[in-house]
């Protein structure tokens, strides 16, 4: 299986992918919560302002989120937009790792077994090991705008 870098890539990353969503999703905020989290699905929802600076680009893709919902289940739908936000950077994450790791080891093809398991394994180990940190997993779990805030930085830092 390590001898197809991009097939084991893909098997990885999608791994991460899944076991964070998994995780964000078994422990997500039911409904909304006392603080900030409350605000961004009532005004994602209604299309309202919300505290400054604001987070435009958030209340609509919540109000996407929420718009074909019944009522009872519009925080759990923008909480779990925080969620699959959180579960991409996660993924994002490990594909960051393994490309930094091969510009300093060079191409997969001419690694051997045991750097490739370590290629592999550290990155997997460091992408769920940041998706299970406090503050990462506490964003990750209620609608605040920060789990999307770091799916666009790791975006940016992968591309």
Not at 71 to 93: D, G, H
Not at 113 to 128: H, R, S
Request: glycine share 6%.
């Amino acid at each position: 299986m390590l001898s197809d870098h991009k097939r084991t890539n893909k098997y990885l990353a999608l791994f991460a992918f899944l076991t964070s969503l998994i995780v964000y999703t078994l422990t997500m905020a039911p409904t909304a919560s006392f603080w900030d989290a409350g605000e961004f699905i009532a005004v994602a929802h209604g299309l309202q302002v919300n505290h400054p600076p604001g987070a435009p680009l958030y209340s609509l893709l919540g109000r996407l989120a929420s718009m074909f919902m019944p009522t009872e289940y519009v925080a759990v739908s923008i909480n779990f937009l925080s969620a699959l936000s959180s579960a991409l950077t996660i993924m994002l994450l490990y594909l960051i790792i393994v490309r930094l790791i091969r510009e300093f080891k060079g191409h997969p093809d001419e690694m051997s077994l045991i750097d490739k398991i370590g290629m592999y394994g550290g990155a997997l180990v460091g992408a769920l090991t940041f998706a299970v940190t406090d503050t990462f997993w506490f964003n990750a779990v209620e609608a605040e705008v920060y789990a999307m805030s770091m799916f666009f930085t790791a975006i940016v830092v992968w591309l």
